[in-house]
């Protein structure tokens, strides 16, 4: 029996290319996994009117964690038109099979580190972006996302139903809203809890201490989202009072996205609430050369899912032209999270060790040689080879 179990979720468009590649490394590495494919993404939204179908729920339920590539999601008018025949006029609704695990799953936290690489044609060179001769700013963030919470809990409506109206009336700033028809007024939550706040600051102070890190920054926007907002900002200012030692400061989301592409190295740990660590993350992407280069992680207590930050991209799909870098730094945090002896956690595989944390080393060590020797990359990186060719290169090197 294997060590680990792994629900093996390439999902669509590129995600089967840099999926296939990962298991190039993997198989390298020698890690003692069973892979269990796993059905989810556009295509059985289309062909079964959902995207993650039961059996991928129960598949995950019992593996160690899931490993996911990419998928595809449209907005809901597209999604409906794309259904089968027999399938539409019956009522069903998409939604993202992707934030529906991390709320199954209570995968709370969404770590996402972006760091620069020796020899990455596409690294930051601070703002004078014209000259040439201006040297590489070397960056290391790791953003902290609510990811369970926040923007992108799901509760929305249109029309505006008179009974939710009605309820949110004992605001006057509602009053105007009746006057354009409820039928014409769509309305999207954002629900925040001093419990998930609470949860993802901890995460990211505990993060700081424990990586010898300095600087834990809060993205919000309390002066307009002053409930949600201030929430956050009072539960953040309070914890850190607890670890001395570690200056913790605040900032807009509007003016990070600023001061981040001014002096982005002064920035080391950040964090948000759902939406917002969704836009800084994206920031902090593209200052390390992009989301090729970006991988992420859903943490629970008990389970994970790990996913490059990139979209499904469909028209490259099945083309092998994609960096595979962000995928393979991603199965680099599963390693190292089963390492950290979370493998065991719901029974489903044995406890990680040295091994998996000494994978993890590896693998991150050999994507970072390619990248600085630049003699394998894809065309983001002004090269010509494959998503394959590039994983078979990190794998040589291992």
């Avoid at 259904?83 to 936290?109: C, D, W």
């Avoid at 949110?168 to 809203?177: E, G, I, S, T, Y």
């Avoid at 300095?214 to 409930?227: C, D, G, I, M, Y």
Wanted: hydrophobic share 40%.
């Amino acid at each position: 029996m294997a060590k680990f179990s792994i629900a093996w979720m390439p999902g669509d468009g590129i995600g089967n290319d840099v999926m296939e590649a990962t298991r190039i490394v993997l198989d390298t590495l020698k890690l003692d996994a069973e892979y269990v494919p796993c059905d989810i993404g556009w295509d059985f939204w289309c062909k079964e009117g959902n995207p993650l179908p039961e059996r991928s729920v129960k598949v995950l339920n019992s593996t160690t964690c899931g490993l996911f590539g990419a998928i595809t999601s449209k907005p809901q008018d597209e999604a409906k038109e794309e259904l089968a025949p027999e399938l539409r006029g019956k009522g069903l609704v998409y939604f993202s099979p992707i934030v529906k695990l991390r709320q199954m799953f209570n995968l709370h936290t969404n770590m996402r580190p972006c760091r620069s690489y020796e020899g990455n044609p596409l690294n930051y060179r601070g703002t004078r972006l014209a000259n040439p001769e201006s040297k590489d700013v070397m960056i290391d963030q790791v953003v902290f996302r609510e990811n369970t919470e926040g923007s992108y809990g799901g509760v929305e409506f249109h029309p505006l139903p008179e009974s939710v109206y009605t309820a949110l009336c004992a605001n006057p700033k509602m009053k105007p809203w009746k006057d354009k028809g409820l039928d014409n007024v769509a309305l999207s939550t954002r629900i925040v809890s001093i419990q998930g706040c609470t949860s993802i600051c901890r995460q990211a102070f505990e993060f700081a201490r424990k990586s010898g890190r300095k600087r834990v920054t809060l993205v919000e926007k309390p002066n307009v989202l002053r409930e949600t907002g201030g929430l956050m900002t009072r539960v953040f200012k309070k914890m850190a009072k607890e670890y001395e030692g570690i200056w913790a400061d605040e900032a807009n989301i509007d003016a990070i996205c600023m001061w981040m592409f001014k002096n982005p190295q002064d920035y080391s740990v950040i964090v948000a609430e759902n939406m917002f660590g969704d836009i800084v993350s994206d920031l902090c992407a593209g200052l390390v050369g992009g989301l090729g280069f970006a991988p992420s992680a859903n943490l629970g207590d008990k389970y994970a899912v790990f996913e490059p930050t990139h979209g499904s991209a469909p028209k490259y799909a099945g083309q092998y032209k994609v960096n595979p870098h962000a995928m393979l730094l991603t199965a680099k945090m599963m390693l190292d999270w089963l390492g950290d002896g979370n493998g065991a956690a719901l029974g489903h595989g044995q406890a990680g060790g040295a091994a998996e944390k000494q994978m993890a080393q590896r693998l991150e060590a050999a994507v970072a040689r390619v990248i600085k020797e630049g003699k394998v990359k894809t065309y983001d990186m002004g090269g010509k080879n494959t998503t394959i060719e590039v994983a078979k290169e990190v794998a040589r090197y291992i």
